[in-house]
Nanobody, 120 residues
Framework: QVQLMESGGGLVQPGGSLRLSCVAS????????MGWYRQAPGTERELVAV???????NYADSVKGRFTISRDDAKKTVYLQMNSLKTEDTAVYYC??????????????WGQGTRVTVSS
């Protein structure tokens, strides 16, 4: 089994900052990619940022220049630094990981989600 544990969500005023963290644990041989998606009420889940091995990071156009994704592979952890937050960033943020299990098979996993509310 593989688990993703998110933390760092909360309530912040427009223009503020938050840092999300997600730790992967379980029977993981290696991590292929980790990142973040979000889902606002009444909308589909959308990519925010994903950092894969050996390739450049992908960001949604709406967060470029404001959000920064980083990985600590030794800790199997991904971070999302969110600056200059806007009300439209309000959503449940889901951690995503594509990992190679100890069986050498690749699987994708999702966290439970952490709520981010940007409001004055």
């Amino acid at each position: 089994q593989v688990q993703l544990m998110e933390s760092g969500g909360g309530l912040v005023q427009p223009g503020g900052s938050l840092r999300l963290s997600c730790v992967a644990s379980g029977s993981i041989f290696s991590v292929n990619a980790m990142g973040w998606y979000r889902q606002a009420p009444g909308t589909e889940r959308e990519l925010v940022a994903v950092k894969a091995n050996g390739v450049s990071t992908n960001y949604a156009d709406s967060v470029k220049g404001r959000f920064t994704i980083s990985r600590d592979d030794a800790k199997k952890t991904v971070y999302l630094q969110m600056n200059s937050l806007k009300t439209e960033d309000t959503a449940v943020y889901y951690c995503y990981a594509n990992v190679r299990r100890v069986t050498m098979a690749n699987f994708a996993y999702w966290g439970q989600g952490t709520r981010v509310t940007v409001s004055s």
